[in-house]
């Protein structure tokens, strides 16, 4: 069924089958997002940033060392944003 609600056009579909038809339609299906690849480029840097932060803070507790975690969370996020970013480590600059 067609509707229009004011200046939108809408397309009902009343049953599974049909829907499962239209929506094989080419022109109904989304076009790939372009930034996919990099979600799996940011989710290594995120990973890899966050194994040297379990790793900083393995070496504290061993020590037996306090931890500002403000300050550690701030520098996590940080990191993570300039290798994002500018492709480096912040503890590289």
Not at 72 to 82: A, D, F
Request: glycine share 6%; hydrophobic share 40%.
């Amino acid at each position: 069924m067609f509707l229009r609600f004011g200046l939108v056009p809408t397309v009902v579909i009343t049953s599974k089958e049909a829907a499962e038809e239209v929506l094989k339609i080419e022109c109904c299906s989304r076009p790939e997002a372009a930034g996919n690849p990099n979600v799996h480029l940011q989710f290594n840097i995120r990973e890899e940033e966050n194994d040297l932060l379990v790793k900083k803070l393995t070496e504290y507790a061993l020590r037996l060392s306090p931890v500002n975690m403000k300050k550690t969370i701030y520098v996590l996020v940080g990191s993570i944003l300039c290798r994002f970013g500018f492709g480096q480590s912040l503890r590289e600059c």
